[in-house]
Protein backbone atom coordinates (compact mmCIF):
# COMPACT_ATOMS: atom_id res chain seq x y z
CA UNK A 1 0.00 0.00 0.00
CA UNK A 2 1.14 3.27 -0.77
CA UNK A 3 1.95 6.34 1.50
CA UNK A 4 -0.57 8.35 0.17
CA UNK A 5 -3.07 5.35 -0.08
CA UNK A 6 -2.44 5.18 3.59
CA UNK A 7 -2.44 8.62 4.01
CA UNK A 8 -5.90 8.70 2.46
CA UNK A 9 -7.08 6.07 4.55
CA UNK A 10 -6.24 7.71 8.30
CA UNK A 11 -7.96 10.57 6.97
CA UNK A 12 -11.23 8.86 6.69
CA UNK A 13 -11.01 7.29 9.61
CA UNK A 14 -10.29 10.65 11.49
CA UNK A 15 -13.35 11.77 9.78
CA UNK A 16 -15.06 8.84 10.88
CA UNK A 17 -13.81 9.19 13.97
CA UNK A 18 -15.02 12.76 14.59
CA UNK A 19 -18.40 11.42 13.26
CA UNK A 20 -18.66 8.51 15.88
CA UNK A 21 -17.52 11.13 18.60
CA UNK A 22 -20.42 13.23 17.39
CA UNK A 23 -23.05 10.37 17.30
CA UNK A 24 -22.15 9.00 20.98
CA UNK A 25 -22.49 12.50 22.41
CA UNK A 26 -25.92 12.77 20.64
CA UNK A 27 -27.05 9.32 22.07
CA UNK A 28 -25.66 10.40 25.68
CA UNK A 29 -27.15 13.48 25.86
CA UNK A 30 -30.67 11.84 24.47
CA UNK A 31 -29.81 8.89 27.27
CA UNK A 32 -29.53 11.44 30.09
CA UNK A 33 -32.46 13.57 28.57
CA UNK A 34 -34.97 10.71 28.68
CA UNK A 35 -34.86 10.95 32.18
CA UNK A 36 -35.36 14.93 32.71
CA UNK A 37 -37.82 14.71 30.26
CA UNK A 38 -39.71 11.77 31.92
CA UNK A 39 -39.44 14.26 35.47
CA UNK A 40 -41.08 17.02 33.27
CA UNK A 41 -43.72 14.98 31.93
CA UNK A 42 -44.73 13.36 34.92
CA UNK A 43 -44.97 16.76 36.67
CA UNK A 44 -47.47 18.02 33.66
CA UNK A 45 -49.42 14.74 34.87
CA UNK A 46 -49.10 15.69 38.30
CA UNK A 47 -51.02 19.20 36.87
CA UNK A 48 -53.34 17.07 34.90
CA UNK A 49 -54.99 15.38 37.96
CA UNK A 50 -52.76 11.93 38.47
CA UNK A 51 -51.48 12.71 42.04
CA UNK A 52 -49.78 9.55 42.64
CA UNK A 53 -46.18 8.26 41.44
CA UNK A 54 -47.05 5.33 39.24
CA UNK A 55 -49.83 7.15 37.44
CA UNK A 56 -47.75 10.15 36.49
CA UNK A 57 -45.23 7.94 35.45
CA UNK A 58 -47.56 5.96 33.23
CA UNK A 59 -48.70 9.12 31.69
CA UNK A 60 -45.61 10.34 31.01
CA UNK A 61 -43.79 7.28 29.23
CA UNK A 62 -47.67 6.75 27.40
CA UNK A 63 -47.05 10.27 25.55
CA UNK A 64 -46.15 11.46 21.84
CA UNK A 65 -43.93 13.55 23.40
CA UNK A 66 -41.92 10.56 25.28
CA UNK A 67 -41.86 8.07 22.41
CA UNK A 68 -40.61 10.57 20.52
CA UNK A 69 -37.62 10.43 22.23
CA UNK A 70 -37.18 6.64 22.43
CA UNK A 71 -37.58 6.77 18.19
CA UNK A 72 -34.65 9.70 18.68
CA UNK A 73 -32.38 7.29 21.37
CA UNK A 74 -32.58 4.10 18.73
CA UNK A 75 -32.14 6.06 15.96
CA UNK A 76 -28.98 8.09 17.76
CA UNK A 77 -27.48 4.62 19.18
CA UNK A 78 -27.64 2.76 16.15
CA UNK A 79 -25.61 5.69 14.19
CA UNK A 80 -23.75 5.58 17.07
CA UNK A 81 -22.51 1.60 17.03
CA UNK A 82 -22.59 1.59 13.36
CA UNK A 83 -19.74 4.42 13.34
CA UNK A 84 -18.13 2.78 16.38
CA UNK A 85 -18.22 -0.81 14.57
CA UNK A 86 -17.13 0.73 11.68
CA UNK A 87 -13.87 1.98 13.37
CA UNK A 88 -13.71 -1.60 14.77
CA UNK A 89 -13.43 -3.59 11.54
CA UNK A 90 -10.68 -0.57 10.14
CA UNK A 91 -8.53 -1.68 13.08
CA UNK A 92 -9.08 -5.21 12.58
CA UNK A 93 -8.09 -4.18 8.83
CA UNK A 94 -4.68 -2.29 9.64
CA UNK A 95 -3.92 -5.53 11.86
CA UNK A 96 -4.51 -7.82 9.28
CA UNK A 97 -2.11 -5.18 6.76
CA UNK A 98 0.56 -5.12 9.77
CA UNK A 99 0.79 -8.93 9.92
CA UNK A 100 1.04 -9.33 6.12
CA UNK A 101 3.64 -6.82 6.72
CA UNK A 102 6.05 -8.60 8.45
CA UNK A 103 4.99 -12.02 7.13
CA UNK A 104 6.98 -10.94 3.52
CA UNK A 105 9.12 -8.97 5.87
CA UNK A 106 10.30 -12.66 7.16
CA UNK A 107 9.87 -13.97 3.60
CA UNK A 108 12.02 -11.51 2.31
CA UNK A 109 14.78 -12.01 4.82
CA UNK A 110 14.32 -15.77 4.62
CA UNK A 111 14.79 -15.98 1.04
CA UNK A 112 17.49 -13.72 0.71
CA UNK A 113 15.13 -11.74 -1.88
Avoid at 70 to 75: E, I, N, R, S, T
Avoid at 94 to 110: P, Y
Wanted: proline share 0%.
Amino acid sequence: MSNDRIEARLGELRQMSGEFATAYAERTYLEEFRKSKLAMLMKEAELAGYSSAAAQEREARASKEYIDLLQGLKVATEESERLRWQLEVAKLGVAVWQTTQANERLEKKAYGA
